[in-house]
Protein backbone atom coordinates (compact mmCIF):
# COMPACT_ATOMS: atom_id res chain seq x y z
CA UNK A 1 0.00 0.00 0.00
CA UNK A 2 1.14 3.50 -1.12
CA UNK A 3 2.08 5.84 2.11
CA UNK A 4 0.03 9.29 1.41
CA UNK A 5 3.24 11.82 2.81
CA UNK A 6 6.59 11.66 1.26
CA UNK A 7 8.95 12.67 3.60
CA UNK A 8 12.82 13.42 2.92
CA UNK A 9 15.37 13.18 4.83
CA UNK A 10 18.96 14.39 4.32
CA UNK A 11 22.53 13.55 5.26
CA UNK A 12 23.42 17.47 5.06
CA UNK A 13 26.56 16.74 2.85
CA UNK A 14 27.14 13.53 4.79
CA UNK A 15 27.79 15.37 7.63
CA UNK A 16 25.17 12.77 9.92
CA UNK A 17 24.26 8.99 9.25
CA UNK A 18 21.11 8.48 8.03
CA UNK A 19 19.89 4.76 9.34
CA UNK A 20 17.13 3.67 7.13
CA UNK A 21 15.68 0.81 9.54
CA UNK A 22 15.21 3.12 11.57
CA UNK A 23 14.20 5.83 9.52
CA UNK A 24 11.63 3.64 7.82
CA UNK A 25 8.97 4.51 11.08
CA UNK A 26 9.22 8.22 9.92
CA UNK A 27 5.30 8.00 8.97
CA UNK A 28 5.70 8.01 5.06
CA UNK A 29 7.49 7.43 1.90
CA UNK A 30 11.11 7.87 2.99
CA UNK A 31 13.55 8.90 0.82
CA UNK A 32 17.09 10.11 1.46
CA UNK A 33 19.50 12.30 -0.03
CA UNK A 34 22.74 13.63 0.73
CA UNK A 35 22.46 17.13 -0.73
CA UNK A 36 18.31 17.87 -1.11
CA UNK A 37 19.04 21.73 -1.41
CA UNK A 38 21.14 21.59 -4.27
CA UNK A 39 22.31 18.94 -6.26
CA UNK A 40 19.09 16.88 -5.27
CA UNK A 41 16.38 19.72 -5.52
CA UNK A 42 14.35 18.28 -8.33
CA UNK A 43 13.67 15.46 -6.34
CA UNK A 44 11.40 17.85 -4.53
CA UNK A 45 9.81 19.21 -7.33
CA UNK A 46 9.01 15.87 -8.51
CA UNK A 47 7.31 15.23 -5.39
CA UNK A 48 5.52 18.39 -4.92
CA UNK A 49 3.94 17.29 -9.06
CA UNK A 50 2.22 14.23 -7.29
CA UNK A 51 -0.15 16.15 -5.25
CA UNK A 52 0.81 14.75 -2.01
CA UNK A 53 1.47 16.03 1.54
CA UNK A 54 5.14 16.51 1.78
CA UNK A 55 7.68 16.45 5.30
CA UNK A 56 11.12 17.90 4.43
CA UNK A 57 14.09 17.24 7.69
CA UNK A 58 15.99 20.84 7.15
CA UNK A 59 15.04 23.92 8.22
CA UNK A 60 18.22 26.28 7.14
CA UNK A 61 17.24 25.47 3.61
CA UNK A 62 13.46 26.07 3.89
CA UNK A 63 13.38 29.23 2.03
CA UNK A 64 14.44 27.39 -0.93
CA UNK A 65 11.47 24.29 -0.64
CA UNK A 66 9.07 26.85 0.06
CA UNK A 67 9.62 28.89 -3.18
CA UNK A 68 9.35 25.88 -5.34
CA UNK A 69 5.99 24.72 -3.32
CA UNK A 70 4.27 28.46 -3.81
CA UNK A 71 4.83 27.59 -7.18
CA UNK A 72 3.48 24.53 -7.22
CA UNK A 73 0.61 25.93 -5.17
CA UNK A 74 1.76 23.43 -2.20
CA UNK A 75 2.80 23.70 1.36
CA UNK A 76 5.70 21.60 3.16
CA UNK A 77 6.52 20.77 6.66
CA UNK A 78 9.84 21.30 7.79
CA UNK A 79 11.32 19.62 11.11
CA UNK A 80 14.73 20.50 11.74
CA UNK A 81 16.74 17.08 12.62
CA UNK A 82 20.52 17.90 11.98
CA UNK A 83 20.94 20.06 15.23
CA UNK A 84 17.97 18.25 16.89
CA UNK A 85 19.53 14.47 15.82
CA UNK A 86 22.47 13.69 13.57
CA UNK A 87 24.62 16.18 14.63
CA UNK A 88 25.84 14.56 17.84
CA UNK A 89 28.31 12.72 19.61
CA UNK A 90 26.15 10.35 20.05
CA UNK A 91 25.46 7.41 17.59
CA UNK A 92 21.57 5.91 16.71
CA UNK A 93 20.12 8.74 16.55
CA UNK A 94 18.14 7.18 13.71
CA UNK A 95 14.97 6.31 15.82
CA UNK A 96 14.62 10.11 16.71
CA UNK A 97 15.02 10.96 13.50
CA UNK A 98 12.32 9.11 12.76
CA UNK A 99 10.59 10.35 15.62
CA UNK A 100 10.95 14.02 14.62
CA UNK A 101 9.94 13.79 10.83
CA UNK A 102 6.72 11.90 12.45
CA UNK A 103 5.78 14.09 14.69
CA UNK A 104 5.96 17.16 12.58
CA UNK A 105 3.13 15.76 10.42
CA UNK A 106 0.79 16.12 13.28
CA UNK A 107 -1.98 19.45 12.66
CA UNK A 108 -1.15 22.17 15.43
CA UNK A 109 -4.78 24.39 15.50
CA UNK A 110 -4.20 28.20 14.45
CA UNK A 111 -4.97 30.36 17.56
CA UNK A 112 -6.96 32.87 17.65
CA UNK A 113 -5.75 37.00 17.56
CA UNK A 114 -6.20 39.76 19.74
CA UNK A 115 -6.03 43.07 17.74
CA UNK A 116 -4.48 46.33 19.41
CA UNK A 117 -4.89 49.62 17.58
CA UNK A 118 -2.36 52.70 18.64
CA UNK A 119 -3.01 55.89 16.88
CA UNK A 120 1.18 56.80 17.97
CA UNK A 121 -0.57 59.03 20.78
CA UNK A 122 2.77 58.93 22.98
CA UNK A 123 3.16 59.87 26.76
CA UNK A 124 7.28 60.21 27.71
CA UNK A 125 8.06 60.33 31.55
CA UNK A 126 11.36 61.27 32.80
CA UNK A 127 12.98 63.62 35.30
CA UNK A 128 15.42 65.82 33.25
CA UNK A 129 16.50 66.46 29.58
CA UNK A 130 16.84 62.71 28.65
CA UNK A 131 13.05 62.72 28.19
CA UNK A 132 12.96 65.77 26.52
CA UNK A 133 15.48 64.59 24.33
CA UNK A 134 13.68 61.11 23.29
CA UNK A 135 10.60 63.39 22.85
CA UNK A 136 12.50 65.44 20.21
CA UNK A 137 13.69 62.21 18.19
CA UNK A 138 9.97 61.06 17.89
CA UNK A 139 8.14 63.95 17.50
CA UNK A 140 8.22 63.67 14.08
CA UNK A 141 6.90 59.76 13.88
CA UNK A 142 4.48 59.85 17.50
CA UNK A 143 2.23 62.52 19.03
CA UNK A 144 3.88 63.37 22.01
CA UNK A 145 3.52 64.50 25.48
CA UNK A 146 6.70 64.86 28.33
CA UNK A 147 5.89 63.98 31.83
CA UNK A 148 8.64 64.85 34.31
CA UNK A 149 8.35 64.23 38.17
CA UNK A 150 9.93 65.98 40.27
CA UNK A 151 12.46 67.71 38.14
CA UNK A 152 15.40 69.80 38.94
CA UNK A 153 16.31 73.07 37.00
CA UNK A 154 15.00 72.24 33.30
CA UNK A 155 16.29 74.73 30.57
CA UNK A 156 13.08 75.63 28.16
CA UNK A 157 12.87 74.18 25.06
CA UNK A 158 13.45 76.66 22.29
CA UNK A 159 10.28 75.88 20.36
CA UNK A 160 7.13 74.40 21.74
CA UNK A 161 7.14 71.27 19.64
CA UNK A 162 5.10 69.00 21.77
CA UNK A 163 3.66 69.76 25.78
CA UNK A 164 6.15 69.65 29.00
CA UNK A 165 4.32 68.92 31.60
CA UNK A 166 4.87 68.07 35.43
CA UNK A 167 3.57 65.19 37.34
CA UNK A 168 4.50 62.39 39.49
CA UNK A 169 2.34 59.04 37.90
CA UNK A 170 0.33 57.49 40.69
CA UNK A 171 -1.24 54.55 39.02
CA UNK A 172 -1.30 53.18 35.78
CA UNK A 173 -3.03 50.98 34.15
CA UNK A 174 -3.39 49.34 30.07
CA UNK A 175 -1.87 48.59 27.37
CA UNK A 176 -0.93 49.06 23.67
CA UNK A 177 -3.60 51.75 22.35
CA UNK A 178 -5.07 52.34 25.41
CA UNK A 179 -3.12 53.81 28.51
CA UNK A 180 -4.91 55.32 31.90
CA UNK A 181 -2.72 57.14 34.51
CA UNK A 182 -3.52 59.00 37.48
CA UNK A 183 -0.99 61.85 37.92
CA UNK A 184 -0.71 64.04 40.92
CA UNK A 185 1.25 67.01 41.47
CA UNK A 186 0.08 67.97 37.91
CA UNK A 187 0.72 71.28 36.36
CA UNK A 188 2.13 72.78 33.05
CA UNK A 189 4.69 74.82 31.93
CA UNK A 190 4.56 78.71 31.83
CA UNK A 191 5.20 79.90 28.40
CA UNK A 192 7.27 82.87 29.61
CA UNK A 193 9.73 80.37 31.58
CA UNK A 194 13.01 82.03 30.92
CA UNK A 195 16.19 80.25 31.99
CA UNK A 196 14.33 77.60 33.82
CA UNK A 197 10.90 76.07 33.50
CA UNK A 198 8.58 77.73 35.82
CA UNK A 199 5.32 75.62 36.13
CA UNK A 200 1.86 76.79 37.30
CA UNK A 201 -0.14 75.47 40.21
CA UNK A 202 -0.49 72.04 40.92
CA UNK A 203 -3.65 69.63 41.42
CA UNK A 204 -3.61 65.64 42.31
CA UNK A 205 -5.50 63.01 40.62
CA UNK A 206 -5.20 64.45 36.98
CA UNK A 207 -6.40 61.30 34.28
CA UNK A 208 -4.10 60.88 31.31
CA UNK A 209 -4.82 58.76 28.42
CA UNK A 210 -2.63 57.54 25.87
CA UNK A 211 -1.44 54.81 23.02
CA UNK A 212 2.35 54.48 24.23
CA UNK A 213 3.97 55.06 27.51
CA UNK A 214 7.82 55.60 27.44
CA UNK A 215 9.59 55.46 30.85
CA UNK A 216 13.06 57.17 30.86
CA UNK A 217 12.35 58.44 34.57
CA UNK A 218 15.17 55.81 36.31
CA UNK A 219 12.32 54.73 39.03
CA UNK A 220 10.31 51.64 40.08
CA UNK A 221 8.63 50.28 36.74
CA UNK A 222 4.86 51.27 36.49
CA UNK A 223 3.82 47.59 35.92
CA UNK A 224 4.77 44.13 37.08
CA UNK A 225 6.48 42.38 34.33
CA UNK A 226 6.97 45.60 32.73
CA UNK A 227 9.37 43.65 29.58
CA UNK A 228 5.51 41.37 29.23
CA UNK A 229 3.91 44.94 28.52
CA UNK A 230 2.50 46.04 25.22
CA UNK A 231 3.20 49.57 24.18
CA UNK A 232 5.49 50.20 27.71
CA UNK A 233 9.19 50.47 27.25
CA UNK A 234 11.57 51.14 29.50
CA UNK A 235 15.15 52.72 29.61
CA UNK A 236 17.98 53.36 32.31
CA UNK A 237 18.21 57.34 31.45
CA UNK A 238 21.80 56.75 32.27
CA UNK A 239 22.47 54.10 29.53
CA UNK A 240 22.90 55.94 26.16
CA UNK A 241 22.39 52.45 23.94
CA UNK A 242 18.97 51.56 26.38
CA UNK A 243 17.32 54.93 25.54
CA UNK A 244 18.56 54.72 21.57
CA UNK A 245 17.00 51.38 22.14
CA UNK A 246 13.93 52.57 23.29
CA UNK A 247 13.64 55.63 20.56
CA UNK A 248 14.09 52.88 17.59
CA UNK A 249 11.23 50.30 19.53
CA UNK A 250 8.78 53.36 20.09
CA UNK A 251 9.00 54.77 16.68
CA UNK A 252 7.20 51.70 15.52
CA UNK A 253 4.28 51.39 17.83
CA UNK A 254 1.63 52.96 15.45
CA UNK A 255 -1.07 51.07 13.44
CA UNK A 256 -2.81 47.97 14.18
CA UNK A 257 -1.27 44.93 16.27
CA UNK A 258 -2.53 41.56 16.16
CA UNK A 259 -1.39 39.29 19.26
CA UNK A 260 -1.87 35.70 19.92
CA UNK A 261 -5.43 34.89 22.01
CA UNK A 262 -3.11 32.83 24.40
CA UNK A 263 -6.02 31.65 27.00
CA UNK A 264 -9.34 30.32 26.50
CA UNK A 265 -11.24 31.35 29.24
CA UNK A 266 -14.71 29.55 30.64
CA UNK A 267 -15.85 31.42 33.12
CA UNK A 268 -18.85 28.98 34.43
CA UNK A 269 -16.03 26.58 35.18
CA UNK A 270 -13.79 28.56 37.71
CA UNK A 271 -13.59 28.00 41.29
CA UNK A 272 -12.71 31.13 42.52
CA UNK A 273 -15.33 32.63 44.32
CA UNK A 274 -18.96 31.95 45.46
CA UNK A 275 -21.32 33.82 47.95
CA UNK A 276 -18.83 36.52 48.43
CA UNK A 277 -16.35 33.76 49.77
CA UNK A 278 -13.00 33.39 47.89
CA UNK A 279 -12.05 29.64 46.97
CA UNK A 280 -9.33 29.42 44.36
CA UNK A 281 -6.72 31.58 43.62
CA UNK A 282 -3.97 29.84 41.67
CA UNK A 283 -3.99 31.95 38.79
CA UNK A 284 -4.36 35.34 40.85
CA UNK A 285 -1.15 34.15 42.49
CA UNK A 286 1.01 33.30 39.51
CA UNK A 287 0.23 35.73 36.74
CA UNK A 288 3.29 37.84 36.67
CA UNK A 289 1.81 40.46 34.16
CA UNK A 290 -1.24 41.48 36.17
CA UNK A 291 -3.61 40.15 33.60
CA UNK A 292 -5.57 38.57 35.72
CA UNK A 293 -8.11 40.16 38.22
CA UNK A 294 -11.11 38.97 40.59
CA UNK A 295 -14.63 39.81 39.07
CA UNK A 296 -17.25 38.16 40.97
CA UNK A 297 -17.59 34.27 41.42
CA UNK A 298 -15.17 33.97 39.02
CA UNK A 299 -11.69 36.04 37.49
CA UNK A 300 -11.18 37.95 34.04
CA UNK A 301 -8.57 37.40 32.11
CA UNK A 302 -7.41 40.54 29.67
CA UNK A 303 -6.24 39.36 26.59
CA UNK A 304 -4.91 42.22 25.62
CA UNK A 305 -2.56 42.17 28.56
CA UNK A 306 -1.67 38.42 28.81
CA UNK A 307 2.08 37.85 28.04
CA UNK A 308 1.28 34.43 27.20
CA UNK A 309 3.42 32.20 30.13
CA UNK A 310 0.60 29.82 30.41
CA UNK A 311 0.95 29.53 33.94
CA UNK A 312 -2.84 30.28 34.88
CA UNK A 313 -3.70 26.96 32.83
CA UNK A 314 -0.71 24.98 33.97
CA UNK A 315 -2.17 25.44 37.84
CA UNK A 316 -6.08 26.15 36.89
CA UNK A 317 -8.03 22.95 38.45
CA UNK A 318 -11.07 23.04 36.58
CA UNK A 319 -9.53 23.75 33.08
CA UNK A 320 -11.51 27.05 33.35
CA UNK A 321 -7.98 29.05 31.77
CA UNK A 322 -6.71 26.70 28.60
CA UNK A 323 -3.22 27.18 26.97
CA UNK A 324 -4.20 27.67 22.96
CA UNK A 325 -1.18 27.76 21.70
CA UNK A 326 -1.62 25.48 21.31
CA UNK A 327 -3.87 23.46 23.29
CA UNK A 328 -2.40 20.67 25.82
CA UNK A 329 -4.32 17.94 23.70
CA UNK A 330 -2.51 19.14 20.60
CA UNK A 331 0.20 19.26 22.16
CA UNK A 332 0.10 15.35 23.68
CA UNK A 333 -1.00 14.37 20.33
CA UNK A 334 2.44 15.26 18.80
CA UNK A 335 4.50 13.78 22.33
CA UNK A 336 2.04 10.57 21.70
CA UNK A 337 3.50 10.43 18.20
CA UNK A 338 7.11 11.42 19.03
CA UNK A 339 7.87 8.81 22.07
CA UNK A 340 5.91 5.84 19.81
CA UNK A 341 7.78 6.41 17.14
CA UNK A 342 11.13 6.76 18.79
CA UNK A 343 10.88 2.97 20.28
CA UNK A 344 8.59 1.68 17.59
CA UNK A 345 12.25 2.49 15.31
CA UNK A 346 14.11 1.02 17.87
CA UNK A 347 14.71 3.73 21.07
CA UNK A 348 15.02 3.75 24.38
CA UNK A 349 15.10 5.56 27.74
CA UNK A 350 13.28 9.12 25.57
CA UNK A 351 14.06 11.86 27.98
CA UNK A 352 11.13 14.34 26.44
CA UNK A 353 12.94 17.96 26.64
CA UNK A 354 10.23 20.91 26.42
CA UNK A 355 11.48 23.92 25.14
CA UNK A 356 10.57 27.21 23.54
CA UNK A 357 11.40 28.47 20.57
CA UNK A 358 13.30 31.95 21.28
CA UNK A 359 15.71 29.98 24.05
CA UNK A 360 15.54 26.58 23.88
CA UNK A 361 16.17 25.84 20.38
CA UNK A 362 19.11 28.64 19.85
CA UNK A 363 20.55 26.54 23.45
CA UNK A 364 19.89 23.16 20.89
CA UNK A 365 21.19 24.36 17.91
CA UNK A 366 24.50 26.05 19.52
CA UNK A 367 25.26 22.46 21.32
CA UNK A 368 24.74 21.12 18.07
CA UNK A 369 27.27 23.31 15.75
CA UNK A 370 29.63 23.98 18.74
CA UNK A 371 29.42 21.04 21.42
CA UNK A 372 28.54 17.43 21.46
CA UNK A 373 24.94 18.15 20.33
CA UNK A 374 21.33 16.01 22.07
CA UNK A 375 22.48 12.94 23.70
CA UNK A 376 20.50 10.15 21.03
CA UNK A 377 17.65 9.73 23.74
CA UNK A 378 16.70 13.10 24.36
CA UNK A 379 13.37 14.03 22.47
CA UNK A 380 13.27 17.65 21.86
CA UNK A 381 9.56 19.51 21.62
CA UNK A 382 9.16 22.78 21.35
CA UNK A 383 6.64 24.58 23.01
CA UNK A 384 5.45 28.48 22.76
CA UNK A 385 6.69 28.80 26.73
CA UNK A 386 7.58 25.92 29.36
CA UNK A 387 5.78 27.56 31.76
CA UNK A 388 2.52 26.44 29.74
CA UNK A 389 3.28 22.37 30.46
CA UNK A 390 0.56 21.35 33.26
CA UNK A 391 0.61 17.75 34.94
CA UNK A 392 -1.63 17.10 31.97
CA UNK A 393 1.73 17.02 29.94
CA UNK A 394 4.07 15.47 32.30
CA UNK A 395 1.41 12.67 33.02
CA UNK A 396 1.36 12.26 29.14
CA UNK A 397 4.74 12.00 28.83
CA UNK A 398 5.42 8.98 31.42
CA UNK A 399 2.27 7.37 30.86
CA UNK A 400 3.95 7.20 26.96
CA UNK A 401 6.76 5.39 28.26
CA UNK A 402 9.32 8.87 28.70
CA UNK A 403 12.69 7.90 31.10
CA UNK A 404 12.10 11.75 32.34
CA UNK A 405 11.46 15.39 31.03
CA UNK A 406 13.31 17.91 31.22
CA UNK A 407 11.93 21.12 30.67
CA UNK A 408 14.59 23.81 29.40
CA UNK A 409 14.50 27.44 30.90
CA UNK A 410 16.64 30.52 30.87
CA UNK A 411 19.36 31.31 33.59
CA UNK A 412 17.02 34.36 34.43
CA UNK A 413 13.71 33.42 32.68
CA UNK A 414 11.52 35.70 30.89
CA UNK A 415 8.32 34.69 32.63
CA UNK A 416 8.59 34.08 36.48
CA UNK A 417 8.22 30.15 36.53
CA UNK A 418 7.12 29.93 39.57
CA UNK A 419 4.33 27.76 38.46
CA UNK A 420 6.20 25.30 36.63
CA UNK A 421 8.13 24.69 39.60
CA UNK A 422 4.53 24.38 41.44
CA UNK A 423 3.29 21.20 38.86
CA UNK A 424 6.99 19.93 38.64
CA UNK A 425 6.68 19.15 42.49
CA UNK A 426 3.24 18.01 42.31
CA UNK A 427 4.44 15.88 39.21
CA UNK A 428 7.24 14.48 41.29
CA UNK A 429 4.97 13.36 44.45
CA UNK A 430 3.06 11.37 42.07
CA UNK A 431 5.70 9.88 40.13
CA UNK A 432 8.05 8.70 42.98
CA UNK A 433 5.60 5.64 44.68
CA UNK A 434 5.61 4.99 40.86
CA UNK A 435 9.24 4.36 41.01
CA UNK A 436 9.34 6.79 38.31
CA UNK A 437 12.24 9.70 37.91
CA UNK A 438 10.91 13.03 38.58
CA UNK A 439 10.42 16.29 35.94
CA UNK A 440 13.17 18.18 35.83
CA UNK A 441 13.62 22.52 35.46
CA UNK A 442 17.30 23.17 34.13
CA UNK A 443 17.64 26.83 34.31
CA UNK A 444 20.60 27.86 31.60
CA UNK A 445 22.52 29.34 29.30
CA UNK A 446 24.97 26.34 29.19
CA UNK A 447 24.25 24.64 25.51
CA UNK A 448 27.07 21.75 27.17
CA UNK A 449 24.26 21.37 29.96
CA UNK A 450 22.06 19.65 27.38
CA UNK A 451 24.35 16.92 27.28
CA UNK A 452 24.24 15.78 30.82
CA UNK A 453 20.42 15.46 30.76
CA UNK A 454 19.38 12.16 31.73
CA UNK A 455 16.14 10.08 32.80
CA UNK A 456 15.14 7.16 34.89
CA UNK A 457 12.93 4.12 34.92
CA UNK A 458 9.93 3.68 32.67
CA UNK A 459 6.72 2.31 32.66
CA UNK A 460 6.01 -1.48 32.25
CA UNK A 461 3.77 -0.96 29.32
CA UNK A 462 3.47 2.58 27.34
CA UNK A 463 -0.08 3.72 26.70
CA UNK A 464 -1.24 4.69 23.66
CA UNK A 465 -4.50 6.46 24.44
CA UNK A 466 -5.32 9.26 22.47
CA UNK A 467 -6.02 12.50 23.65
CA UNK A 468 -9.38 13.33 23.36
CA UNK A 469 -10.87 15.58 25.98
CA UNK A 470 -9.45 18.88 27.42
CA UNK A 471 -8.90 20.79 30.56
CA UNK A 472 -9.62 18.26 33.93
CA UNK A 473 -10.37 15.36 31.90
CA UNK A 474 -7.60 15.29 29.96
CA UNK A 475 -5.54 15.49 33.13
CA UNK A 476 -7.40 12.61 34.80
CA UNK A 477 -7.06 10.29 32.02
CA UNK A 478 -3.43 10.92 32.00
CA UNK A 479 -2.70 10.28 35.44
CA UNK A 480 -5.20 6.85 34.87
CA UNK A 481 -3.43 5.59 32.11
CA UNK A 482 -0.22 6.81 33.49
CA UNK A 483 -1.13 4.13 36.43
CA UNK A 484 -2.29 1.72 34.54
CA UNK A 485 0.60 1.66 32.55
CA UNK A 486 2.93 1.09 35.06
CA UNK A 487 1.15 -1.52 36.63
CA UNK A 488 0.74 0.14 39.92
CA UNK A 489 -2.13 -0.48 42.37
CA UNK A 490 -4.15 2.05 43.14
CA UNK A 491 -2.89 3.33 46.35
CA UNK A 492 -3.55 6.49 47.91
CA UNK A 493 -0.79 9.16 47.61
CA UNK A 494 -0.82 12.17 49.85
CA UNK A 495 -0.02 14.93 48.03
CA UNK A 496 1.72 18.98 48.75
CA UNK A 497 -1.01 21.32 50.35
CA UNK A 498 -2.74 22.92 47.21
CA UNK A 499 -2.79 20.05 44.96
CA UNK A 500 -5.94 20.18 42.84
CA UNK A 501 -7.04 16.50 43.95
CA UNK A 502 -7.87 15.34 46.94
CA UNK A 503 -11.22 14.18 49.44
CA UNK A 504 -13.66 16.67 51.94
CA UNK A 505 -13.35 15.54 55.44
CA UNK A 506 -16.43 16.22 57.40
CA UNK A 507 -17.23 15.31 61.18
CA UNK A 508 -20.50 13.89 60.77
CA UNK A 509 -21.48 14.34 64.35
CA UNK A 510 -21.29 18.04 63.81
CA UNK A 511 -22.57 18.06 60.40
CA UNK A 512 -26.76 19.13 60.37
CA UNK A 513 -26.98 18.25 56.69
CA UNK A 514 -27.74 22.30 56.33
CA UNK A 515 -26.24 21.37 52.57
CA UNK A 516 -24.84 25.01 52.32
CA UNK A 517 -21.33 23.18 51.09
CA UNK A 518 -23.76 21.28 47.99
CA UNK A 519 -24.80 25.11 47.02
CA UNK A 520 -21.07 26.95 46.87
CA UNK A 521 -19.06 23.74 45.47
CA UNK A 522 -18.39 24.77 41.93
CA UNK A 523 -17.80 21.47 39.92
CA UNK A 524 -20.47 19.38 41.47
CA UNK A 525 -17.82 17.25 44.02
CA UNK A 526 -20.64 17.63 46.78
CA UNK A 527 -24.23 16.77 46.01
CA UNK A 528 -27.57 15.98 47.89
CA UNK A 529 -30.30 13.71 47.38
CA UNK A 530 -33.78 15.60 46.43
CA UNK A 531 -35.58 12.69 48.53
CA UNK A 532 -33.45 12.48 51.39
CA UNK A 533 -31.53 15.02 53.64
CA UNK A 534 -27.81 13.43 52.07
CA UNK A 535 -24.48 14.69 51.58
CA UNK A 536 -22.45 12.85 48.83
CA UNK A 537 -19.02 13.62 47.60
CA UNK A 538 -17.48 12.39 44.30
CA UNK A 539 -13.55 12.65 45.14
CA UNK A 540 -12.57 12.47 41.41
CA UNK A 541 -14.20 15.85 41.14
CA UNK A 542 -13.34 17.80 43.85
CA UNK A 543 -10.66 20.50 42.93
CA UNK A 544 -9.62 21.04 46.47
CA UNK A 545 -10.74 24.86 46.33
CA UNK A 546 -11.66 25.09 49.82
CA UNK A 547 -15.34 26.46 49.50
CA UNK A 548 -16.68 24.54 50.91
CA UNK A 549 -14.89 24.44 54.06
CA UNK A 550 -14.86 28.38 54.04
CA UNK A 551 -18.89 28.41 53.91
CA UNK A 552 -19.74 25.51 56.22
CA UNK A 553 -21.38 27.22 59.35
CA UNK A 554 -20.44 24.37 61.76
CA UNK A 555 -16.82 24.31 60.55
CA UNK A 556 -16.34 21.01 60.19
CA UNK A 557 -15.05 20.45 57.05
CA UNK A 558 -11.51 20.06 56.41
CA UNK A 559 -9.46 19.20 52.87
CA UNK A 560 -7.20 15.70 52.23
CA UNK A 561 -4.68 16.05 49.53
CA UNK A 562 -4.20 13.45 47.95
CA UNK A 563 -4.47 11.08 45.10
CA UNK A 564 -6.72 7.97 45.22
CA UNK A 565 -7.65 6.30 42.33
CA UNK A 566 -10.27 3.46 44.32
CA UNK A 567 -12.01 6.74 45.55
CA UNK A 568 -12.51 8.01 42.23
CA UNK A 569 -13.79 4.61 40.64
CA UNK A 570 -16.24 4.36 43.24
CA UNK A 571 -17.99 7.65 42.04
CA UNK A 572 -19.91 9.49 44.17
CA UNK A 573 -20.29 8.02 47.78
CA UNK A 574 -22.65 8.92 51.18
CA UNK A 575 -21.00 10.90 53.74
CA UNK A 576 -24.28 11.50 55.98
CA UNK A 577 -27.86 10.80 55.49
CA UNK A 578 -30.59 11.08 58.04
CA UNK A 579 -34.54 10.29 57.26
CA UNK A 580 -36.40 13.38 56.94
CA UNK A 581 -38.93 15.25 59.28
CA UNK A 582 -42.42 14.67 58.31
CA UNK A 583 -45.06 17.62 58.44
CA UNK A 584 -46.85 17.71 61.33
CA UNK A 585 -49.71 19.39 59.29
CA UNK A 586 -49.48 17.32 56.12
CA UNK A 587 -46.89 14.24 56.04
CA UNK A 588 -44.45 16.06 53.58
CA UNK A 589 -41.03 15.47 54.66
CA UNK A 590 -38.67 18.45 54.76
CA UNK A 591 -35.40 19.11 56.42
CA UNK A 592 -33.82 16.49 58.59
CA UNK A 593 -35.07 15.02 61.17
CA UNK A 594 -31.77 16.14 63.95
CA UNK A 595 -31.97 19.30 62.63
CA UNK A 596 -36.16 19.91 63.13
CA UNK A 597 -35.23 18.19 66.86
CA UNK A 598 -32.28 20.75 67.28
CA UNK A 599 -33.65 23.32 66.91
CA UNK A 600 -37.00 22.67 68.79
CA UNK A 601 -35.44 21.85 72.26
CA UNK A 602 -33.32 25.42 71.47
CA UNK A 603 -36.52 27.23 71.44
CA UNK A 604 -39.12 25.87 73.26
CA UNK A 605 -39.82 27.32 76.47
CA UNK A 606 -36.45 29.42 76.11
CA UNK A 607 -37.85 31.98 73.88
CA UNK A 608 -40.68 33.91 74.82
CA UNK A 609 -42.79 33.89 71.27
CA UNK A 610 -42.49 29.63 72.40
CA UNK A 611 -43.13 29.56 76.11
CA UNK A 612 -45.83 30.33 78.51
CA UNK A 613 -49.12 31.19 76.56
CA UNK A 614 -47.02 30.94 73.56
CA UNK A 615 -45.61 27.12 73.94
CA UNK A 616 -47.94 25.74 71.29
CA UNK A 617 -46.43 27.83 68.53
CA UNK A 618 -43.46 25.46 69.00
CA UNK A 619 -45.33 23.38 66.31
CA UNK A 620 -44.59 26.34 63.67
CA UNK A 621 -41.22 24.60 63.81
CA UNK A 622 -42.52 21.24 62.76
CA UNK A 623 -44.41 21.97 60.19
CA UNK A 624 -42.96 22.47 55.98
CA UNK A 625 -42.77 25.55 54.54
CA UNK A 626 -46.33 26.04 52.54
CA UNK A 627 -47.93 24.80 56.20
CA UNK A 628 -46.34 27.38 58.20
CA UNK A 629 -47.15 30.18 56.18
CA UNK A 630 -50.68 29.21 56.18
CA UNK A 631 -50.61 28.73 60.23
CA UNK A 632 -48.57 31.97 61.32
CA UNK A 633 -51.20 33.64 59.06
CA UNK A 634 -53.89 32.22 60.54
CA UNK A 635 -53.06 32.82 63.84
CA UNK A 636 -53.75 36.29 65.89
CA UNK A 637 -50.08 36.72 67.26
CA UNK A 638 -47.85 39.64 66.89
CA UNK A 639 -44.77 39.34 66.84
CA UNK A 640 -44.03 43.26 67.88
CA UNK A 641 -45.28 41.91 71.63
CA UNK A 642 -42.47 40.91 72.94
CA UNK A 643 -41.75 42.09 76.83
CA UNK A 644 -39.89 44.46 77.82
CA UNK A 645 -35.99 44.77 77.64
CA UNK A 646 -33.62 45.39 81.10
CA UNK A 647 -32.58 48.62 81.04
CA UNK A 648 -29.30 48.85 80.30
CA UNK A 649 -27.13 48.87 83.88
CA UNK A 650 -24.68 51.98 84.47
CA UNK A 651 -21.61 51.04 86.32
Not at 207 to 233: H, I, K, N, T
Not at 263 to 277: G, M, N
Not at 384 to 409: C, H, K, P, R, S
Request: glycine residues 10%; hydrophobic residues 40%; proline residues 8%.
Amino acid sequence: MTQSRIVFACSCEATMTLEPGALKHCGGELRTATQLCRAGIGAVSAALAEGRPITIGCTQEAPVFAELADEAGMEIQFVNIREQAGWSDAGGTGPKMAALLAAAAVPMPETGLVGLESRGVTLIYGCDETAIAVAQRLAETLDVTVLLTRPDAITPPARDEFPVLTGTIRTARGVLGGFELMVDDYASASPSSRARLVWGATRNGAVSRCDVLLDVSGGPSLFPAPDLREGYLRADPTRPEAVERLVFDAARLIGTFDKPAYIRFTDSLCAHSRSKRTGCTRCLDLCPAGAITPAGDHVFIDPTICAGCGACAAVCPTGAATYTLPPPASVISRMRTLLSTYATAGGTDAVLLLHDGDHGQALIEAAARFGRGLPANVLPLRLNEVTQAGLDIFAAAYAYGAAGVVALARAKPRHDIAGLHRVVALAEAILAPLGLAAPQVLETDDPDALWSIAGGGTVAAPSRFLPMAEGRHLTVTGLRELHRAAGAPAARTELPPGSPFGAVVVNTDGCTLCLACVGVCPVGALRDDPDKPTLRFAEEACVQCGLCRATCPEKVISLAPRLDLTAWAAGAVTIKQEEPYPCISCGKPFGARSTVERIVAKLSEKHWMFSGPNAGRIDVVRMCEDCRVEAVMNESFDPHAAPPRPLPRME
